[in-house]
């Protein structure tokens, strides 16, 4: 059963940022609004607990979280925002919590956001961040992280290292990435009115602001349709509730089916992006997360109606979308 504050957060929600999903102006107005009161900074609060520090890539930052001493593994951590927010203090809180549990060093690039840049801007510099970091690093001890939007550019920048003949990442964790912005798959209308967060209307303004022109249904903007089978093995993070879910479903039997090994922890009630959320159902996600990549995966065993770390059969998942919060 979901939490008590997951359900004030997912009201919370409803009555706020949903708001700015609703339609192309109200999208707008919100990002109007952010460009005045956003940072990129990380919260003093964590400069005080890690060491950071920043460097510019084609004229933007990225900052640097140094690993624990004697460990080599990196993460590149792209963040969501629908291509158009800035990074938030919920993320950098995630962040600060991985890199404590896990040790590893952790590269976030402050990426030009639209509708000041586009498709392209973004992917030449999270691009030039990944060629630095191969310099640095082995490609077998370097992992690609994103949530919501980040987790597309995760999938795409890897799809674009395979087609540029690069060394490709070790594993990928993608929490409620958005993966298909075609509208092809029904599900997602009905899976949007039990949303609390998300709207097709706003977010297909994101991504017309985002995507220079390219189709939706191209894999550099839909990533699904691209060739899954360079990606590595992968865990996926997926909750009920949130409108991307069934996309995101499709994308791990696609994906197995290209032998690509995925595993889905899919939270019932659980709205997009709830592992930046502090509260019992993150907490547990994030427990997912350091096991998938420590590799000690059978430790973290489901629990019946809240957690499953299995493969979920896709059709059973996407009823569930529908059902109302109990």
Not at 38 to 45: D, F, K, M, R
Not at 245 to 255: G, I, S
Request: aromatic content about 10%.
């Amino acid at each position: 059963m979901p939490s008590l504050k997951s359900y004030v957060v997912s009201y919370v929600l409803r009555y706020s940022r949903k708001k700015a999903f609703s339609s192309p102006e109200n999208l707008q107005r919100w990002i109007a609004y952010a460009r005045k009161t956003e940072t990129h900074q990380p919260p003093a609060s964590l400069r005080s607990q890690l060491d950071i520090k920043t460097r510019t890539v084609g004229g933007f930052p990225a900052y640097e979280i140094a690993p624990k001493p004697g460990e080599r593994k990196r993460i590149l951590y792209l963040h969501g925002g629908a291509y158009v927010f800035q990074i938030t203090s919920y993320h950098w809180r995630l962040i600060a919590d991985m890199a404590d549990r896990l040790g590893f060093g952790f590269t976030v690039p402050i990426y030009p956001i639209a509708p000041e840049y586009d498709f392209h801007a973004m992917f030449g510099m999270v691009g030039d961040v990944y060629r630095q970091m191969l310099d640095e690093t082995d490609a077998q001890d370097i992992v690609f992280m994103g949530d919501s939007a980040g987790g597309n550019m995760a999938v795409v920048l890897t799809m674009m290292a395979a087609q540029e003949g690069l060394p490709l990442p070790l594993r990928h964790v993608l929490i409620s990435p958005g993966l298909d912005v075609s509208l092809t798959n029904p599900e997602i209308f009905e899976a949007e009115r039990n949303d609390p967060w998300l709207g097709i209307a706003g977010g297909l303004e994101a991504i017309r602001l985002y995507s220079a022109g390219i189709d939706p249904s191209d894999w550099r903007i839909s990533p699904i349709y691209g060739d899954l089978s360079v990606l590595p093995k992968t865990l996926l993070l997926a909750g009920s509730r949130d409108m991307l879910t069934p996309d995101n479903l499709v994308f791990a039997q696609k994906a197995r089916a290209a032998g690509v090994e995925v595993e889905v922890v899919y939270e019932e009630g659980m709205f997009h992006a709830w592992p930046l959320i502090d509260m019992p159902e993150a907490r547990r996600a994030r427990d997912s997360i350091v096991a998938f990549l420590t590799s000690e995966t059978e430790r973290y065993q489901a629990k019946a109606g809240e957690l499953s770390l299995q493969r979920p059969d896709r059709d059973l998942a996407a009823r569930d979308i529908a059902a109302p919060l109990r």
